[in-house]
Nanobody, 122 residues
Framework: VQLQASGGGLVQPGGSLRLSCVISSFAFSRRSMGWIRQAPGKEFEWVST????????YYADSVKGRFTISRDNAKNTLYLQMDSLKVEDTARYFCAAYDRGPYHDADSFNFWGQGTQVTVSS
C-alpha cells in the first residue's frame, strides 16, 4: 500500500496551498480517507475526513471554513485545499485511509503516507 503526498512548501500567512495524495495498491474508491497533521513537538491532530459513499466531509474546528477536502476516484487521488493559512497550520500533513472508529480521531486511520511538510511563515 502506498500513499504518496505532495504539494507542501513554504507559504506566507494568508496564502494557499493544495496538497495531493495519490493512492495505490488498494481500492481507493471504497475507502473513506482523511488528512492528519503533526506539528513539531506535538501529537498527531486530525484535520479532515471525506467519506467514500456520499462524500460527506468533516473538519476540525481549527480548519473549518479554510480547508476543503476532496477526492477524485478516477485518479485515485485525495486533495486538501488550504486557504487563509496561519502560522499555527505549520505541520507535516499525512494522508491516511480510514479504518474504523470516530471520523475525527487520528487513531481511526490505518494506512498512512509519508507526509508532506507545510510551513507558514513570514
Amino acid at each position: 500500500v502506498q500513499l504518496q503526498a505532495s504539494g507542501g512548501g513554504l507559504v506566507q500567512p494568508g496564502g494557499s496551498l493544495r496538497l495531493s495524495c495519490v493512492i495505490s495498491s488498494f481500492a481507493f474508491s471504497r475507502r473513506s480517507m482523511g488528512w492528519i497533521r503533526q506539528a513539531p513537538g506535538k501529537e498527531f491532530e486530525w484535520v479532515s475526513t471525506i467519506l467514500t459513499d456520499d462524500r460527506r466531509t468533516y473538519y476540525a474546528d481549527s480548519v473549518k471554513g479554510r480547508f476543503t477536502i476532496s477526492r477524485d476516484n478516477a485518479k485515485n487521488t485525495l486533495y486538501l485545499q488550504m486557504d487563509s493559512l496561519k502560522v499555527e497550520d505549520t505541520a507535516r500533513y499525512f494522508c491516511a485511509a480510514y479504518d474504523r472508529g470516530p471520523y475525527h480521531d487520528a487513531d481511526s486511520f490505518n494506512f498512512w503516507g509519508q507526509g508532506t511538510q507545510v510551513t507558514v511563515s513570514s
